[in-house]
């Protein structure tokens, strides 16, 4: 059964309150799941990146074929099987500035 991300409307109206983005947008997704919330955010705008964390070595393996499978480059998904206490170092590691953070702590069902 295909996980439906949580407000997935409003967090993407308060990340992104116009639909005209000028540079690079990254946001860390640090509980990426299945990765609902991730592609939308990809989906939105060819500008947004997304780093993903997840602590699910499953889910992470899923995410990787999706992302292969919507042609989507490393350059804007780069998902780490980590917990989201090393988000730090992860991206420090990417090099990437970082606009916007999300925490969905839910759980999957
Ligand atoms: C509610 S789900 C997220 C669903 C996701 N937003 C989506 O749209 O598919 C919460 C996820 O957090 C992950 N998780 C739990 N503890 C974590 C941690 N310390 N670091 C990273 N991910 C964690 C779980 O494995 C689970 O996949």
Not at 19 to 36: K, R, Y
Not at 47 to 52: D, G, L
Not at 61 to 90: A, D, G, M, P
Request: hydrophobic letters at 45%.
């Amino acid at each position: 059964m295909i996980h439906i991300p949580i407000f997935l409307r409003e967090i993407k109206k308060f990340f992104f309150p116009s639909s005209c983005i000028l540079g690079n947008f990254t946001i860390v997704d640090c509980t990426a799941g299945e990765g609902g919330h991730t592609f939308s955010f990809l989906d939105f705008s060819s500008k947004v990146r997304v780093i993903a964390l997840e602590i699910d070595s499953e889910q992470v393996v899923e995410i990787q074929k999706r992302r292969r499978k919507l042609n989507i480059s490393q350059e804007r998904l780069k998902v780490f099987n980590l917990s989201y206490s090393q988000i730090e170092e992860v991206v420090s590691f990417t090099g990437w500035t970082v606009e916007a953070i999300l925490f969905d702590l839910g759980i999957s069902s």
